[in-house]
């Protein structure tokens, strides 16, 4: 049984700083591709970063690149988002998930099978 467990979430202010944390549990973690999703009010949820088993390779959707970071520790069994430079528009419920079939970075949800139960970022403006 796989279960993750997100923090870090909260309200902060445009051009502010957060760093959401994924804490899992089971055996597949540090063989698996990770990433991190978001959903807003409204939309559908959409992929924001996603790293490789090894943290080599890592993949972001265009609105966040050059402001967020995701990496991981694989003796820790915790991966990172590191998000600088926040906009109002990245305010979201963020999740992080696991893609126990692939080694390499995947970006479809339907990759993932195994989901946190999200942390709300807010950005006020």
């Known amino acids: 049984q796989v279960q993750l467990v997100e923090s870090g979430g909260g309200l902060v202010q445009a051009g502010g700083s957060l760093r959401l944390s994924c804490a899992a549990s089971?055996?597949?973690?540090?063989?698996?591709?990770m990433g991190w999703f978001r959903q807003a009010p409204g939309k559908e949820r959409e992929f924001v970063a996603g790293?490789?088993?090894?943290?080599?390779?890592?993949y972001y959707t265009d609105s966040v690149k050059g402001r967020f970071i995701i990496s991981r520790d694989n003796v820790e069994n915790t991966v990172y988002l590191q998000m600088n430079s926040l906009k109002p528009e990245d305010t979201a419920v963020y999740y992080c998930?696991?893609?126990?079939?692939?080694?390499?970075?995947?970006?479809?949800?339907?990759?993932?099978?195994?989901w946190g139960q999200g942390t709300q970022v807010t950005v006020s403006s």
């Open positions: 089971g055996r597949v973690f540090s063989s698996s591709a």
């Open positions: 790293i490789s088993w090894s943290g080599g390779r890592t």
């Open positions: 998930a696991v893609a126990p079939r692939y080694a390499q970075v995947v970006h479809n949800d339907y990759d993932y099978d195994y």
